[in-house]
């Protein structure tokens, strides 16, 4: 009797512990209706640096690094547009930093929140993001690379995950040295080069007490993959100057 209770505590345990989550990777919000100001709330698990994106009614998140990342919930008034009006986001519970690393008016209707996590083991995160109508209906299909995926924001014959593999590596690079996130400013410029695509864009990096203004240049493959990228710190306080990788 004392061994099937104890199997019964085991199990129990595991019922509610933060492993037990599945590693979504992808979710359907579940939309409510309802006109007026458009609302979005997501809530993740993470334990480390990881990325939501929200577009349409349709969400993703990815484990950038440390621990894993699965969804909770995505609840929506109404399907995000592709050009929303007034938008903005605010982070509503979690112990780290939660920023608005891309905006979907500069990022073919796809909002993407970076959340940074160093405290070590899970947490739940919740943030909102809210617009006052807009334009636009996403009708594109698939998740990363090839026609109508996410980020398909540019008719070049190159894959269209370029520019946000760019982006992301940089990120990396930008919460590697300095602990910080970056915003980037509208949409870079892309063009042919042999057999790469050069990628080169500008934004703002936001540490805890400093802050930068930055260029970046990414040499790409094709296929999205980056083969060389770096950035130049170019006004604010930032310490030292970052080396070319």
Same mark, same amino acid.
């Given at each position: 009797?004392?061994?099937?209770?104890? #199997?019964? %505590?085991?199990?129990?345990?595991?019922?509610?512990?933060?492993? %037990?989550?599945? /590693?979504?990777?992808?979710?359907? /919000?579940?939309?409510?209706?309802?006109?007026? %100001?458009?609302?979005?709330?997501?809530?993740?698990?993470?334990?480390?640096?990881?990325?939501?994106?929200?577009?349409?009614?349709?969400?993703?998140?990815? =484990?950038?690094?440390?621990?894993?990342?699965?969804?909770?919930?995505?609840?929506?008034? &109404?399907?995000?547009?592709?050009?929303?009006?007034?938008?903005?986001?605010? +982070?509503?519970?979690?112990?780290?930093?939660?920023?608005? *690393?891309?905006?979907?008016?500069?990022?073919?209707?796809?909002?993407?929140? &970076?959340?940074?996590?160093?405290?070590?083991? @899970?947490? +739940?995160?919740?943030?909102?993001? @809210?617009?006052?109508?807009?334009?636009?209906? #996403?009708?594109?299909?698939? #998740?990363?690379?090839?026609?109508?995926?996410? !980020?398909?924001?540019?008719?070049?014959?190159?894959?269209?995950?370029?520019?946000?593999?760019?982006?992301?590596?940089?990120?990396?690079?930008?919460?590697?040295?300095?602990?910080? =996130? *970056?915003?980037?400013?509208? !949409?870079?410029?892309?063009?042919?080069?042999?057999?790469? *695509? @050069?990628?080169?864009?500008?934004?703002?990096?936001? /540490?805890?007490? =400093?802050?930068?203004?930055?260029?970046?240049?990414?040499?790409?493959?094709?296929?999205?993959?980056? /083969?060389? =990228?770096?950035?130049?710190?170019? +006004?604010? !306080?930032?310490?030292?100057?970052?080396?070319?990788r």
């Amino acid at each position: 009797m004392t061994r099937r209770k104890l #199997w019964l %505590s085991v199990v129990s345990l595991l019922a509610v512990s933060p492993l %037990s989550l599945p /590693a979504q990777g992808t979710i359907q /919000a579940n939309v409510t209706g309802g006109g007026g %100001s458009g609302k979005c709330t997501f809530e993740i698990r993470t334990g480390g640096v990881a990325e939501v994106e929200i577009r349409g009614n349709q969400g993703r998140v990815r =484990s950038v690094s440390g621990g894993p990342a699965s969804w909770v919930r995505l609840k929506c008034n &109404q399907p995000l547009p592709l050009r929303p009006n007034s938008f903005r986001f605010k +982070g509503i519970d979690g112990r780290g930093r939660q920023t608005l *690393v891309r905006d979907p008016n500069s990022n073919n209707g796809i909002a993407v929140v &970076q959340i940074v996590d160093n405290r070590g083991g @899970m947490e +739940g995160y919740t943030g909102d993001i @809210m617009w006052n109508g807009g334009s636009g209906t #996403w009708n594109g299909s698939g #998740w990363g690379g090839g026609g109508g995926g996410w !980020n398909n924001n540019n008719n070049n014959n190159w894959g269209n995950n370029v520019v946000s593999n760019c982006q992301r590596n940089i990120r990396n690079q930008i919460s590697s040295r300095y602990g910080g =996130s *970056v915003t980037f400013n509208g !949409n870079p410029s892309q063009k042919q080069a042999a057999s790469f *695509v @050069m990628v080169d864009g500008n934004g703002r990096v936001q /540490a805890r007490n =400093s802050w930068g203004n930055i260029t970046y240049h990414c040499t790409m493959h094709p296929n999205g993959n980056v /083969a060389d =990228s770096n950035f130049n710190v170019t +006004g604010g !306080n930032l310490p030292g100057t970052p080396q070319p990788r």
